[in-house]
């Protein structure tokens, strides 16, 4: 089975059937392919071809969940989408760094990497589009972040899941809100894994 991203050219209804086939390969080619029926490293391999940069850690400063938290903060309120990017995971960091160590390389969840990362970042895109418009250019003050106290292990990395952060907005009274889906630490560097939230 295979999945097609992007458009693919159009065939003459006057061709053979032989021709078609050849321009429809030909079409996928061009246009990008997941096959599914290809082993797991094979379409891992395919996706790291595709990807710029090779990190063999996580990027940024964020050394402690709440610096990461102060961080999406200070980027929200000062309106700049660069800074807010950089806090989330790359497309290089999750094909070196996270893919290879989650259930989506074995069965029964085996999910090739570029059909696990399409509607992650498309999601997470989503996301951060909410939070600056909604709190873009506002003064935000952090005041906690709360996490659950277990954490899920993957290989080398430590994934935390269901936090809050709590802040205010201008002078308004405290509130605490979902702003991403999970943390991702590994050697003692935290990421957001993705921009999902409450909004």
Not at 20 to 25: P, Q
Not at 41 to 48: C, I, T, Y
């Amino acid at each position: 089975m295979t999945l097609v991203l992007g458009a693919a050219g159009a065939c003459s209804g006057s061709e053979s059937g032989r021709s078609s086939s050849r321009a429809a390969a030909s079409d996928q080619r061009q246009a990008g392919v997941v096959d599914s029926a290809l082993p797991i490293p094979e379409l891992l391999a395919r996706f790291r071809a595709n990807t710029v940069d090779t990190p063999t850690t996580l990027g940024g400063r964020a050394t402690s969940p709440e610096r990461l938290a102060r961080a999406l903060l200070t980027g929200l309120a000062q309106r700049d989408t660069t800074a807010v990017r950089t806090l989330v995971m790359s497309r290089g960091e999750f094909a070196w760094l996270y893919y290879p160590h989650t259930k989506f390389t074995a069965p029964p969840y085996a999910l090739g990497p570029e059909l696990v990362w399409i509607p992650l970042v498309a999601a997470s895109d989503k996301g951060a589009g909410r939070l600056l418009e909604r709190f873009g250019g506002r003064t935000l003050r952090f005041k906690a972040l709360v996490c659950p106290d277990a954490a899920t292990t993957e290989g080398p990395n430590t994934i935390i899941t269901g936090c809050t952060v709590r802040f205010t907005v201008a002078d308004s009274a405290s509130r605490e809100l979902r702003l991403f889906s999970s943390l991702l630490s590994r050697d003692g560097r935290y990421k957001f894994l993705s921009y999902t939230n409450d909004l």
